[in-house]
């Protein structure tokens, strides 16, 4: 009974107690509710004296919208902005510390790169007349835009929308600025929002007079000149500080387009240039009609000199082989350096002109306005390297630098990749039909099948549909389909091009094997020098050896780089180099037979014809050659056969001039002609130029002797301040001696002496 009791109680209490919880929750709710409401009743008492209708409500809805999307921009500016402060961070504020002489492969200097930029006259001593100029031409808003001139560009749209043509740039002097020091000429959207950031951000640690004087000290001037006072000694023998108002103008013309201008190319166009920044200078203001008439009286005259076109693209790619050096370490503290390249001039200027001919005859009928082309030893010693059509107008370099579709010439991949498998040889019966991975389905050029052919035809003739089964059998572990056979086969051909060469990520589709995926031309060049050597990786170089100033020896690639690696068997590449020297003979590339020595190599033609590409080598050179256009646009029907093949020819008929020939691992022999089949006989190719049309080439040195020379070269340099030093005490006891005869003889009767 007590215990029922006592539970009783302890219920009352339980209830009692949660009766008077319930009833504070209550009143509190209650109480906070009338609070909220008056709170609500003040809000909206306040907001009303904001409350706004009609046309004012429109733009406070304007104003409200402009906010939101603001704050989602600014949230994509820093998204957008990530990519360019990493490039700040590894380039800012480190200065290029290396003065390098280049040489090439004889020891002739060829040019310089590094901070040998003049920049040793101060802003405070340019001409007013310079600057103006400069001004007035390429920035007008320079002083009041914080480094994107938004009114500028709007200006230029709009002026280019009228004359329906691009007649007028948008970038101010720091946007330049931006894209010589940090960035490249490649068109791209990520590039320029890349310029626009760091243009702000340059403008933000730097004064105007800074980023001026990089401008005028930086920027490329034509004639591998870089900086206004480089350009003044070059052009005109004389200091910057000496130039006239026509000097000025015509240099300050020569920023647009370097080489079109360049006054010891074409002195008509530089002195027209000249006269519209002239012109520039009287809309702004900075000097008087008379002043412009005087001028143009009395236009800018460049001093005579040879014609000299300096290896740019080959140089700036050499340079940046020097940095990479000289950040291992390899120099020490060394930084004032001369670096012997592997660089034959004579055959840079005959790649260089073997491409501007074919540009300037079928370019525009062929709608095709940009090449470029490398040739090495198969070794990797880069002898000639031409990144483009002009370096003046684009410093841009499309061998090491672009990324472009291969075509068929990745091909040969495809091919080897079977071939190590062992499922595959030159003479395997491969049927030409129809074949299809999922809904894809390739077409072949021709837009027929041939039936059962050979390995080595279904390459010669770049068969697609062909390339494609390779790549089902390269896979065939799986049995299990072809659909996964042809994925394990892309795996193991993607891994074949990665140790060949090629360093860009390749994306697993099915269209990989018929050279779908985009890749550089260096990388290609790599690859292809292990065909003509036998399988040796031998990455492409152009560093021989590197002396400090006093002439010591710190590098020399032969005993520093490491060695070529072996990566393919040789039996394996030659059986792939028979193949791609019936493409030479009987395939698409006969453009490039050269009929003396063995050749061989691969044709390449992507979609729409965007590019066109010829990669071929002999046992003495490796060579590659693309033609297309910057913007993607489509060739009229140019393929790898055609101008690139006709190129490759060109060059290689020059470059064997005077050279031993070599077969190739796989080489089969040749059916010669004329003067060059007694050449090929005897193992030399002296009168190519004859036969087959090249210009006369130079006579060469063998490597033996060119190393004689060299070594004497250097003996030479060591006994000559010794022999100039005994001659001059020679001379000085000469001439005292021959002062005191004089001295002696001349005595007159009163005593004096008289010196004459």
Known sequence: MREWLARSQLMRRLSRFFLALDAAITAWL??????????????????????????????????????????AGAVFAVIMAGPAFQITQQKWPRKEDLAVTFLDRYGRVVGKRGILHDDSVPLSQYPANLIDAVLSTEDRRFYHHFGIDIVGT??????????????????????????????????????????????????QHLTKRQILKMYLDRMYMGSGTFGVQAAAKFYFGKSVRDLTLSECAMLAGLFKAPTKFSPDVNLSAARGRAARVLDNMVAAGYISEGQMHAARLAPATPVERPQVSPPDWYLDWAFSEVQRLANEGKFGKSRVLVVRTALDPALQ?????????????????????EAAAIFLKPDGAVRAMVGGRDYGISQFNRVTSAL???????????????????????????????????????????????????????????????AVKVSILIGADLRSNAWNDAKLGRKRIIAMAHRLGITTPLEDTPSLPIGADAIKMIDEA???????????????????????????????????????????????????????????????????FLGFTPAAGKTGT???????????????????????????????????????????????????????LVNFPGAQPVAAKGMAAANAASGTATDLANTFGAPAAP????????????????????????RASGLRRRRARTEQASRQSRQANLIMPGGRITIQ
């Open 349 to 369: 200027k005959v790649a260089e002109s073997s491409i501007q001919d074919h540009l300037r005859v079928s370019g525009k009928a062929l709608h095709v306005s």
């Open 606 to 660: 992507t979609n729409n014809y965007k590019d066109a590409w010829f990669n071929g080598f002999t046992g003495n050179y490796v060579g590659l050659v693309w033609y297309g256009n910057d913007n993607d646009s489509p060739m009229n029907k140019v393929v790898g056969g055609l101008l690139s093949a006709s190129t490759w020819h060109d060059v290689m008929v020059y470059a064997h001039h005077g050279e031993k």
């Open 404 to 466: 472009r579709q291969p075509g068929s010439s990745f091909k040969p991949y495809v091919y080897l990749t079977a071939i190590e498998t062992g499922r595959l040889n030159p003479n395997t019966i491969i049927v030409d039909s129809p074949v299809c991975l999922g809904n894809w389905c390739p077409h072949n050029f021709e837009k027929r099948f041939l039936g059962p052919v050979p390995a080595w035809k279904a390459l010669a003739e770049s068969i697609n549909t062909c």
């Open 699 to 722: 006579p060469r040195l063998s490597k033996l002797s060119a190393a004689a020379l060299k070594n004497l070269n250097i003996l030479i340099d060591q006994v000559r301040p010794r």
């Open 526 to 592: 790599t690859a292809y020098t292990a065909f003509a050597n036998g399988g040796k990786k031998a990455p492409p170089y152009a560093v021989i050896e590197v002396r400090d100033s006093r002439g010591d020896l710190l590098y020399q690639h032969d005993r520093d780089a490491p060695p070529p690696v072996q990566i393919v068997s040789p039996q394996n590449i030659a059986q792939l180099n028979f193949m791609l020297q019936k493409v030479v003979e009987t395939g698409t590339g006969r453009k490039a």
């Open 30 to 71: 209650f109480e906070g509710g009338r609070d909220g409401r008056e709170m609500l009743d003040q809000f909206v008492t306040f907001m009303d004296r904001f409350h706004v209708a009609g046309f004012r409500k429109f733009l406070v809805e304007m104003a409200c919208e402009a906010l939101t999307l603001g704050s």
């Open 154 to 203: 709007l200006r230029a749209l709009t002026v280019d929308a009228i004359g329906k043509k691009h007649v007028e740039g948008g970038s101010t002097l720091t946007q330049q600025v931006v894209k010589n020091l940090f960035l490249n000429d490649q068109r791209t959207i990520q590039r320029k929002v890349n310029e626009a950031f760091i243009s702000i951000w340059l403008e």
